[in-house]
């Protein structure tokens, strides 16, 4: 057998090649709307998938697709619009020539009159460089955001625009001015197509489910949801066949069980898994991994516990005993959350930094899975290690909802 074999589970980087899994649904969606001129939003909480999912789409659409060019900017460390306006066109002038030697006639003949300084690297580091005049920027804002289409046109093709972190915009100082102004063009534009995401679902909400702001209503408005438990299952089985180890089927459909189909999360207990594993993997090397995963996470959780008033950890304490009446006598008495007003306003506050959420059932409940788990032994001394008698039981369980 082969030792020396990577890792099948990716967690921290997107994955859009090896160790994607399912989502063909929402990429066939995603990409007849990108191909079809539909701008699409895409929101859910954190590490569920997003960018994974678009740049998986956006390689196929390379790889298939002639005259449509994409193009993928993370705007997360970028803070102001010259900033945007240098990576916007740098990326849009890549993408839309073939060779790099086109790079400096495409900037010449697109962006003369904003004279901006361009360097090309030497090999092997061949890159464009751009850099703008803030007074230019505003002088020339329109037509810079018109720059995709102005492109498209002069080459015949057309553009897919993926922005990632589309919240940090913003950011900017005079935003408000700025989305007018993007919005104005960009809808306008036909041969453009737009994908808006980020992992701010509350800020994405408010940018384009505001019947007040410019960007209502801009685009088909994708609800990202959870990959499906049989799916995980088959994954991990199949990851484990292909790299020469197995996993006990109970083992396998705990993983995404007990991380609620959380993508980060089943991948990084799977790898732990994976990790510790040298032939077949049992309860033991579950149980060793998930240790594994909440203590490399407690510091994460630890500080965001610190962030948090005492009435907002209290809170949290009803809502993982799966309290439904939070605003009960009872209930707040009991776990000491202080009057109505208050509970309405922590959950606002907590809603808002996606630490809870309202279930499909209307019950609040966490969002991180591991978080819970953890938070549960620190304030209620529940272990997050179940015996392999549990085991059994929670296995019944997985069976009869695989089945149904
Ligand atoms: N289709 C998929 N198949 C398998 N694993 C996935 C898939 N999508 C996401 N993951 C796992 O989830 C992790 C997070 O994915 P990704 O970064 O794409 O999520 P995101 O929603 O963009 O997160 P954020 O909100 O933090 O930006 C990945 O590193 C990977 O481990
Ligand atoms: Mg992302």
Redesign the pocket.
Known sequence: MDHDVFSP????????TK?????EEEALKLSRNLLGGTNTIII?????????????VVLDIQKTEKLHKTVVIDLFTISNETEFFEVFTREIIKATSTKWQDWMDDVKQFLHHLVPSVQIGVKPNIDLTIKYDWEKIVQHTDELLDLPERIAKAKGIHLIICL??FQNLTSFPEFERFEKKMRAIWQRQKLVTYCL???KRHMLSDIFNNKSKPFYRFGDLFL?PK?KEEKWVS?IQESFRETGKKIEPVIARIIPMIMRN???????LSHYVWNTTDKIARFDQFAHALDELIYANQPLYQREIEGLSNTQVNLLKAVTMQEKQLTSTRVMQRYNIGTPRNVSKNKEILAGNDMIHKGEDGIYEFLDPAFELWFRKQYFKIPWIISEETLKDYDHKVVEKLKS
Request: aromatic share 20%; glycine share 8%; proline share 2%.
């Open positions: 589970f990716i967690f921290g980087n997107t994955v859009s160790s994607f899994t399912n989502r859910s909480p954190r590490r569920w998938g997003k960018s994974s999912l678009v740049e998986k990632d972190e995401y980020g992992s990202l990959i994954f959380h993508s980060w999360y089943v991948q990084q």
